[in-house]
């Protein structure tokens, strides 16, 4: 089979031919069909402190085609379409135990970074069952939706509350899903410039703002009230001071930017509004379950956010168009063609 796999150091992804894997106990073998490239596999793959590794392979949010079961599976079959959760946890620690966030496990049992490569075993524990009416393009967007579902829980969105989200990348945007969805009042989309306006608006927000010298006051007129929720969704430096700055007094600011550089904060400025700033990565199973079967009855195609599909002899060159300045907002990998 055919796989990317990252040399390290910030070297060039190369495509390889690995001997395809066999099912072990407990285990199934699937055929991707589509792997998203993630925001997190451009920042680990330049080098530095934040890295995937040396030789690794990677992607992680993808679905595809059971083609083999491993001894021990049961209740799946092959030929079953699934989405895999891409860290396996251990189930017993306190992060698997109380909060059920896989991503946080103290043991990590090991990883389904598969996902860009023509065939991925993975234990079955971490493959949800994808509902006929889902295809693959739709399972390989569950594990960013689940982010997104995730931060939005955290925030605890009550009825009628004034939202602003801050990036217009894939996390912002379902940021914005997902805050209509669960009741939030008038949002705010926000970002340097308006290239992702019309997806912002398709997602749900009422309108969209660029930064400028006069945001907030922008903010405060679009929203009618400074916001109650500020989602952080960019993970650059400063974003943080902005969320601050535009939050009301008991705001709540969800960071899911997951900026890997340190990102200064008054602390006077938002302990004069009482803000409070909840950090957030993961997600549990049950944001996974849930999306699987809610996906098509939402208010929009989450779908629309996808716009290009490449081969996986592709990714190498996708992966420097993505560093520099560019039109995509999700690019998905078609591993089998």
Avoid at 45 to 74: P, R
Wanted: net charge negative; hydrophobic share 40%.
């Amino acid at each position: 089979m055919k796989a990317a796999i990252y040399p390290g150091d910030g070297r060039a992804i190369a495509i390889e031919t690995l001997p395809d894997p066999e099912p072990g106990p407990g285990e199934v073998i699937i055929k991707v069909e589509r792997c998203g490239i993630c925001g997190t596999d451009l920042t680990m793959t330049k080098g530095g402190q934040w890295d995937y590794g040396s030789g690794v392979q990677f992607g992680h949010e993808y679905a595809g085609e059971i083609i083999a079961l491993g001894s021990q599976v049961s209740g799946y079959r092959v030929g079953e379409r699934v989405a895999v959760q891409p860290s396996v946890a251990c189930g017993e620690c306190h992060a698997c135990r109380s909060h059920g966030n896989t991503i946080l496990c103290q043991s990590r049992l090991g990883s389904a970074m598969h996902g860009f490569a023509e065939l991925a075993r993975v234990p079955v524990s971490v493959a949800t069952r994808l509902p006929s009416v889902l295809s693959a393009a739709d399972g390989a967007l569950i594990e960013p939706l689940a982010i997104s579902l995730y931060g939005a829980q955290l925030a605890q969105i009550k009825s009628g509350e004034p939202v602003l989200v801050l990036g217009g990348g894939t996390v912002a945007l379902y940021a914005i899903y997902w805050a209509r969805r669960l009741g939030a009042g008038r949002i705010v989309a926000m970002s340097r410039s308006a290239r992702r306006r019309d997806l912002s608006l398709a997602m749900g927000a009422d309108q969209f703002i660029a930064y400028g010298d006069n945001e907030i006051g922008e903010v405060i007129e679009a929203l009618g009230a400074p916001p109650a929720i500020v989602f952080e969704c960019v993970g650059a430096e400063g974003l943080l001071h902005k969320a601050v700055m535009h939050a009301a007094q008991f705001g709540r600011i969800i960071s899911l930017g997951f900026c890997t550089a340190p990102d200064t904060v008054i602390p006077a400025l938002a302990s004069y509004k009482c803000a409070s700033i909840q950090f957030s990565v993961g997600y549990t199973m049950g944001e996974f379950l849930y999306i699987a079967d809610q996906m098509d009855k939402g208010h929009c195609d989450p779908k629309v956010i996808v716009s290009n599909e490449i081969g996986l002899d592709a990714l190498p060159a996708m992966f420097d168009t993505l560093r520099g300045p560019n039109d995509e907002t999700k690019v998905h990998v078609c591993c089998g063609s």
